[in-house]
């Protein structure tokens, strides 16, 4: 009787999450309604004010979630905090422990890996940056159709983040070991982008070529448009009454019979590949601190969702900021030791036995919270210091970085 009612009481829990996942996703999609509805309605030029503006907003709503996370984990609102998954404390006495169980996670505890998941996310979305300058200089896209492209480029990484993010909490939970391979990646990854330099010519990206050779694409911009009918660039005029700038209808018998895309779709296949690669890096890291998708999903939706005015901000500067490469590196390499010190140690044993050894069950090694949080913050925060003391080169450009996989 009794595991009956914790059986109906575990049922309850995860119906309730549904409504909080439910209720942040349209949270986040009012956002987004508001910011290309109402606030980036038109085409225009994204100012370093405006876009300083947008960050400090989307920055202080990242932030204001942590609030939101700590009282709603504490008083278990939504299901949230009970029976939720977490790395097993007895786990680093137990070598027997199960690593992952359903447990009751403290607000405070919840907050703190909110807003670790947050900074390391923010931080690896850094990197995505140069990336994406890289894209819109190859393409040659006009700054005031940039944001379309981000915005459009957000929606999809949302999408795909989200799918990204429920596999991989499934593997996590029913396969353990997964979180080895996790931490070997990011060791891998962080070597990568310390020793290799990867190719920085958008232009020999195989998406690229691959449209370029099996669709029509026009060699000019349409506007905000990613496909259009034109076979002659638009010419614009200014509007007597709003003092806008208007388009021009195409000349009389200047459409095509069918539809090509323009550079600006390119751009977003382009950002949006980008962001896959980036985010094969980051999820994975985000699961060092915590198993719970629901920290894992709003902790990576927060820190993508202020990329765009991010990337205003910082694109034209960034490229001066010399040591925040190497620092983004240690914050891969500090992740994927601690998923590795974590959940490799009680699979030793067994792995040793192949090779005819024999080794005592050791136990897992989960470094704290609080010390990852500022293990994070300091590594980021000394790389931005020694790159103020000790600037770029007037030489060195956006071309000449190194563009991490």
Request: hydrophobic fraction near 55%; proline fraction near 5%.
């Amino acid at each position: 009787m009794l595991d009956m009612l914790v059986v109906a009481e575990a049922g309850v829990a995860v119906e309730s999450r549904v409504w909080a996942y439910a209720l942040f996703i349209g949270l986040i999609a009012v956002f987004l309604a508001l910011d290309l509805g109402v606030f980036h309605r038109h085409a225009h030029e994204v100012s370093m004010r405006e876009a300083a503006g947008w960050s400090v907003v989307w920055l202080s709503l990242g932030l204001a979630f942590s609030v939101f996370v700590y009282f709603a984990y504490e008083r278990e609102w939504l299901g949230l905090g009970d029976g939720t998954a977490m790395y097993n404390p007895a786990a680093a006495t137990d070598a027997s422990a199960p690593l992952i169980v359903l447990g009751d996670v403290g607000g405070a505890e919840a907050a703190k890996q909110y807003l670790t998941g947050y900074v390391v996310e923010k931080s690896l979305a850094m990197d995505n940056i140069f990336v994406i300058a890289l894209v819109f200089g190859y393409l040659a896209v006009p700054r005031k159709y940039q944001h379309r492209v981000l915005f459009w480029g957000i929606v999809g990484a949302l999408l795909m983040r989200g799918a990204m993010i429920y596999i991989g909490a499934e593997l996590v939970t029913r396969y353990t070991w997964v979180l080895i391979i996790f931490g070997l990646f990011l060791l891998a990854t962080s070597a990568k982008m310390a020793l290799i330099r990867s190719e920085s010519d958008p232009g020999n990206n195989p998406l690229v070529k691959l449209a370029r050779r099996f669709l029509p694409v026009t060699t000019f911009f349409d506007g905000q448009r990613f496909i259009t009918r034109r076979t002659l660039p638009p010419t614009y005029s200014r509007d007597p009454v709003t003092g806008r700038e208007r388009q021009d209808p195409p000349p009389a018998g200047s459409l095509r019979a069918r539809w090509a895309i323009t550079p600006l779709f390119l751009a977003l296949v382009l950002v949006e590949f980008t962001d896959l690669i980036f985010a094969v890096d980051s999820i994975p890291a985000i699961f060092a601190i915590t198993p719970d998708p629901f920290i894992v999903f709003t902790s990576n939706i927060f820190a993508i969702l202020g990329l765009r005015a991010l990337y205003f901000c910082l694109a034209a500067m960034i490229a001066r900021f010399r040591f925040l490469k190497p620092a983004l590196i240690l914050i891969l390499a500090f992740v994927g030791v601690k998923l590795l010190l974590m959940s490799l140690p009680p699979y030793l044993p067994g792995a040793a036995a192949w090779f005819g050894l024999e080794l005592e069950p050791m136990r897992s090694m989960k470094i704290n919270t609080t010390v990852s949080l500022g293990v994070v913050l300091g590594v980021l925060a000394a790389g931005v210091f020694a790159s103020v003391l000790r600037p770029a080169s007037e030489g060195r450009t956006l071309g000449a970085h190194r563009t991490g996989g």
